[in-house]
């Protein structure tokens, strides 16, 4: 099972009591108030793990519980913390909060509001103001993903790098005992302070893959048989239509130690950004891609015409996301070693004049070094660009 997008409930444990005590040893039959505190409670913790691909921990546990800190105890004894919850996450997993709203019925009047509610919802959700392109891409995101949900989602963390660390709960602090109560006019205290309620949320949780390029195109296009011949990796190559159920990333080698990753969803078919199909569920894979890579058949075995087949593909990826449909893109021109290819090739060419087209034949390997090439000097050139951009924007 493949999960990459999921709701859900997180508690972290509450903070134990202090306790009330005194000493009483013999020989000492008044001895002052000795009531420890109670123990932190443990927090709910997400970790970036290299090894792990998918959601699918959290779809089998939805509501995460952290452990309660222990009671304080006499002899000025504290309280046991509680072990905290630490849960593996995939990199490129993007959490979002759910804040409360307040929600006004359909048809409600604004003159009937006193107190104006800060955000008024009536059957959908806000989420924050936008601040960059990144941000507009998750916001069509979730509302396409989650639907109306009645609240507000705030972004606390963009899990990208392996080992990196977010705090989906705080555990509560635990109470005060007697003794920290103890004054000189006060000797003999009784008050105690209760543990804290640890932090409690409901959280959206989704899988954006991290990979430098993504290849797009038709089912039976041949993506999977470019990712298994230019990368380690190994998805499942069959001649039918959506044999790619679920995202693929492969690492390219290059000389001197380069590499970039390159990702491989499910075919796209007309009327995807619709949710026809497989639809939209993985697209949100390639939203992080720097170059996006159309492949084509370009010897239009499934009976389309590859000119029909890239207008609809951009078409489909506008209507999904603008941003996106802006990234830098090229076509690769997949087999080429079959008849009327070279025609249609031409048309092409003719029909779009500004786009660079790769042509290569998977099956037998021809033209993949110049496709390699092509992906690394366009990765590398839009990686300069926004290193560029980003010195070129005052800072506040």
Not at 329 to 339: F, H, Q, R
Request: with cysteine; aromatic share 8%; proline share 6%.
């Amino acid at each position: 099972m493949f999960v990459d997008h999921i709701k859900i409930y997180a508690k972290a444990g509450s903070g134990g009591d202090g306790s009330t005590s005194f000493r009483r040893e013999k020989f000492i039959p008044r001895g002052g108030p000795d009531g420890g505190d109670g123990g932190k409670g443990a927090d709910i913790i997400l970790v970036v793990d290299q090894h792990t691909d998918t959601l699918k921990t959290f779809f089998y546990s939805p509501n995460l519980r952290g452990e309660h800190g222990g009671r304080g105890a006499g002899r000025q004894k504290s309280g046991k913390g509680g072990k905290d919850l630490r849960l593996l996450v995939p990199p490129g997993t993007l959490v979002y909060k759910m804040r409360d709203v307040p929600v006004v019925p359909v048809g409600t009047r604004l003159d009937d509001l006193e107190p104006l509610p800060e955000a008024i919802v009536g059957d959908g959700f806000f989420i924050d103001e936008v601040v960059d392109e990144e941000e507009e891409s998750v916001k069509s995101s979730l509302e396409r993903t989650i639907g109306p949900e009645g609240g507000e989602l705030e972004l606390i963390a963009d899990l990208t790098t392996v080992g990196q660390e977010c705090v989906l709960a705080r555990g509560g602090k635990g109470g005060k005992g007697n003794m920290n109560f103890k004054t000189a006019t006060h000797q003999a205290p009784l008050e105690f302070t209760p543990g804290a309620p640890g932090e409690e949320g409901i959280y959206y949780m989704e899988l954006r893959q991290i990979a430098d390029a993504g290849l797009v195109g038709f089912p039976n296009a041949g993506k999977s048989t470019i990712l298994s011949k230019v990368s380690a990796a190994t998805p499942k190559v069959a001649a039918y239509p959506f044999t790619t159920l679920k995202p693929s990333v492969g690492v390219v080698e290059y000389p001197e130690y380069k590499r970039l990753t390159l990702a491989d969803i499910p075919g796209i078919i007309e009327g995807a950004h619709e949710n026809v199909g497989l639809g939209y569920e993985f697209l949100r894979h390639i939203l992080r891609c720097r170059l996006l890579l159309f492949v084509l058949d370009m010897a239009g075995s499934e009976g389309r015409h590859p000119v029909d087949d890239l207008a609809t593909l951009r078409t489909e990826v506008s209507l999904y996301d603008e941003q996106l449909a802006k990234r830098p893109w090229i076509v690769v021109a997949n087999k080429m070693d079959l008849p009327e290819s070279e025609e249609y090739l031409a048309q092409c060419k003719q029909r779009f004049p500004r786009v660079k087209f790769i042509p290569i034949s998977a099956g037998d390997g021809t033209g993949l070094e110049a496709l390699k090439k092509e992906m690394w000097t366009r990765t590398q050139k839009d990686k300069s660009d926004q290193k560029a951009k980003a010195a070129a924007t005052p800072t506040a």
